[in-house]
Antibody, heavy 117, light 108 residues
């Protein structure tokens, strides 16, 4: 059974940092291109960014609102994806999902990040 | 960036009726990498269709997806009470991956 489980969400002040993790199982993580997607309260879905597989260069792409502040990384030895979020803004408040889309999308259940003073 | 435009914004129908939801892409979607999701309040998106027309295991066959050029359609053949929710389309063929703004399907 495919599983993606996010953790690390919580309350953080504007300007602060937070690191999210996504532990996976049930598929070949090392071959997967992995993404983060977020959803602000009452809003639609927004792709945050992705990291390609090591075989494909482990390169990253980011959405414009987070570029330069967020960093996506992966640890294939742990089948785990990370999202390092720095210089957080109130508009980053959202549920954050990890996902992979090749061979049929797979999503986690999400973790809530609240940026507030 | 591929912009996905969903229509209508809200669709009001009754159980037993047929629903047709549209997602129009601003340019070609690579390899037909388009998915449809259903979302209910407080829940994660649920995958209904991927690669434009493939239904995952466990999704009822009343849900179907089709493609014509840059126009994608999700059809629910006969609405059940549990189908009233918000539906999103997403393309994952080229970066940045993008989502439509959603169609709310509510009970008439």
């Amino acid at each position: 059974e495919v599983q993606l489980v996010e953790s690390g969400g919580g309350l953080v002040k504007p300007g602060g940092s937070l690191r999210l993790s996504c532990a996976t199982s049930g598929f070949t993580f090392s071959k997967a291109w992995m993404s983060w997607v977020r959803q602000a309260p009452g809003k639609g879905l927004e792709w945050v960014g992705r990291v390609k597989s090591k075989k494909d260069g482990e390169t990253t792409d980011y959405a414009a609102p987070v570029r330069g502040r967020f960093t996506i990384s992966r640890d294939d030895s742990k089948d785990t994806l990370y999202l390092q979020m720095n210089s957080l803004k109130t508009e980053d408040t959202a549920v954050y999902y990890c996902a992979t889309f090749g061979g049929g999308p797979k999503w986690g259940q999400g973790t809530l990040v609240t940026v507030s003073s | 960036e591929i912009v996905l435009t969903q229509s209508p914004g809200t669709l009001s129908l009754s159980p037993g009726e047929r629903a047709t939801l549209s997602c129009r892409a601003s340019q070609s979607v690579s390899s037909s990498y388009l998915a449809w999701y259903q979302q209910k309040p407080g829940q994660a998106p649920r995958l209904l269709i991927y690669d434009a027309s493939i239904r995952p295991t466990g999704i009822p066959d009343r849900f179907s997806g089709s493609e014509s050029g840059t126009d994608f359609t999700l059809t629910i053949s006969r609405l059940e009470p549990e189908d009233f929710a918000v539906y999103f389309c997403q393309q994952y063929g080229s970066s940045p991956y993008t989502f439509g703004q959603g169609t709310k399907l509510d009970i008439k």
